[in-house]
T-cell receptor, first 113, second 108 residues
């Protein structure tokens, strides 16, 4: 079945630690996205990528980094510079066709230990 | 001014009633509009897409778009308790913008 796989489902970060969230898709989508969702709030864009080896900052990129070495994969690293990382992180993908919808993975819930 | 605004809710309707969810957007060049359903603790699921003015029906769901008024709505007919969720409006002028969502509760 085609879809977007995020792992792990739950993740705990210690003070000063970097953690990496995985996102893999087999939908053959060119574009991939990372969002952060805080309780009772909408989605805020962290980073997005439309092509391998290229990505752009979204609205809240500070304290995060990404890479896009393969079309299928778009990992997100939450660095120690992100002082309030506790949130629900969602990865999405879409085609590059104009105006197409985004499809989401199941999300990773990150908490601070 | 927020780019995508939804009625803040929460919205509560009895089972079998029509639930009406509303969304306004600020960017006039927006071309595509989506409704996502998000159950508590889960990821958003696409339920409707609409691209032109008028109504689009899919089962119990009807999306309505009025570009002149910069308004898009979602009607859920014969609401069921399983429809209880947060509904996110998303608008795509050139990159996707999401509203904060409206929490719907359908009471048996």
């Amino acid at each position: 079945d085609g879809g977007i796989t995020q792992s792990p489902k739950y993740l705990f970060r210690k003070e000063g630690q970097n953690v990496t969230l995985s996102c893999e898709q087999n939908l053959n989508h060119d574009a991939m996205y990372w969002y952060r969702q805080d309780p009772g709030q909408g989605l805020r864009l962290i980073y997005y990528s439309q092509i391998v080896n290229d990505f752009q900052k979204g609205d809240i990129a500070e304290g995060y980094s990404v890479s896009r070495e393969k079309k299928e994969s778009f990992p997100l690293t939450v660095t120690s510079a992100q002082k309030n990382p506790t949130a629900f992180y969602l990865c999405a993908s879409s085609t590059l066709a104009a105006n197409g919808p985004q499809h989401f993975g199941d999300g990773t819930r990150l908490s601070i230990l | 001014q927020k780019e995508v605004e939804q009625n803040s809710g929460p919205l509560s309707v009895p089972e079998g009633a029509i639930a009406s969810l509303n969304c306004t957007y600020s960017d006039r060049v927006s071309q595509s509009f989506f409704w996502y359903r998000q159950y508590s603790g889960k990821s958003p699921e696409l339920i409707m897409s609409i691209y032109s003015n008028g109504d689009k029906e899919d089962g119990r769901f009807t999306a309505q778009l009025n570009k002149a008024s910069q308004y898009v709505s979602l009607l859920i007919r014969d609401s069921q308790p399983s429809d209880s969720a947060t509904y996110l409006c998303a608008v795509n002028p050139d990159d996707m913008r999401f509203g904060a969502g409206t929490r719907l509760t359908v009471k048996p």
